[in-house]
């Protein structure tokens, strides 16, 4: 990898919830493999495998905060859960743009899904995370790795919370 990463994980972007964390860390290193692949000019099917990843790792991200939100009663679930469907909605809409359309994936897409991904872990994750903390189950925030481990191989294991 050649390139400088677009984006980088700093701890002002902590949640304090270890598994929202790391799944926003994953998000970045996606966008960062997805900006590698738009500077080094890897191809357009490079690209779109890499923004395809991003698009079901960012949905499945959102299952596990919404899972969270509902089983929390958070207050602001439903404009956090409108955010996130108009993101999923607008990927679904460059993804079909890609597929119909002799586009490719620039570096203003980059920069917006970075900025996007920044403002939303600033505001909305951040107010939830407070709601989170108020909520009494932070103590279940750290999981272990083997915990995570064994929660990751289990399909559809969001659907419990």
């Known amino acids: 990898m050649n390139a400088n990463p677009l984006f980088l994980w700093t701890d002002d972007l902590s949640v304090d919830i270890q598994e929202v964390d ?9 966008i960062n493999e997805l900006h590698v692949a738009v500077s080094e000019n890897h191809g357009k099917d490079s690209a779109r495998g890499i ?6 790792s960012t949905r499945t991200h959102f299952l596990l905060e919404e899972s ?3 089983l929390t009663h958070y207050s602001g679930f439903a404009v956090h ?3 996130h469907e108009t993101l999923m909605e607008q990927m679904r809409m460059l993804q079909q743009k890609l597929d119909v359309q002799d586009i490719t994936i620039n570096v203003e ?3 917006f899904l970075k900025n996007w991904l920044t403002q939303h872990i600033g ?6 995370s407070v709601h989170f903390a108020k909520s009494g189950l932070n103590q279940y925030s750290n999981w272990s790795q083997e915990t995570g481990q064994a929660m990751q191989n289990k399909p559809g294991w969001w659907k419990f919370w």
Do not use: N, P, S, V
């Open 22 to 30: 790391e799944q926003h860390k994953g998000l970045i290193g996606l």
């Open 51 to 56: 923004l395809d990843q991003l698009a079901e």
């Open 68 to 70: 969270l939100m509902r």
């Open 109 to 111: 897409l980059l920069h």
């Open 123 to 128: 505001t909305c994750d951040r107010a939830f």
């Open 81 to 83: 859960k409108e955010q």
